[in-house]
């Protein structure tokens, strides 16, 4: 599924980039800049960022369910996550409110 359509990058693209970082390290914060930085990309209208968060909340959830690493750790720090992006994220998507639609 094509995610960045600026770009051209597909969700599989962000999936491979997000499992390499946390290879490097597995409790590092991945964020939309890193990912495109990864890759040699750069957001340029910024509107897939949103889809990308939602990607790495589930690529990371899925790496560590399948590492070794303690269940509760991930589970609190998923959780966390998932607080802060309902407080801060779910508001406004690019700007619009919650009923607005673009098509």
Not at 35 to 50: E, N, Q, T, V
Request: proline content about 3%.
């Amino acid at each position: 599924m094509l995610i960045c359509h600026c770009n051209i990058i597909t969700e599989k693209e962000i999936e491979q980039t997000i499992i390499r970082l946390l290879d490097e390290d597995p409790w590092q914060l991945i964020v939309p800049a890193k990912i495109y930085h990864a890759m040699k990309k750069r957001g340029r209208c910024c509107g897939c960022f949103p889809n990308v968060v939602e990607t790495i909340i589930r690529v990371t959830e899925e790496y560590h369910v399948r590492s070794q690493a303690g269940g509760t750790d991930i589970v609190l720090h998923l959780d966390r996550v998932r607080s802060l992006r309902d407080q801060f994220g779910r508001k406004f998507n690019e700007r619009r409110a919650t009923g607005h639609r673009a098509a």
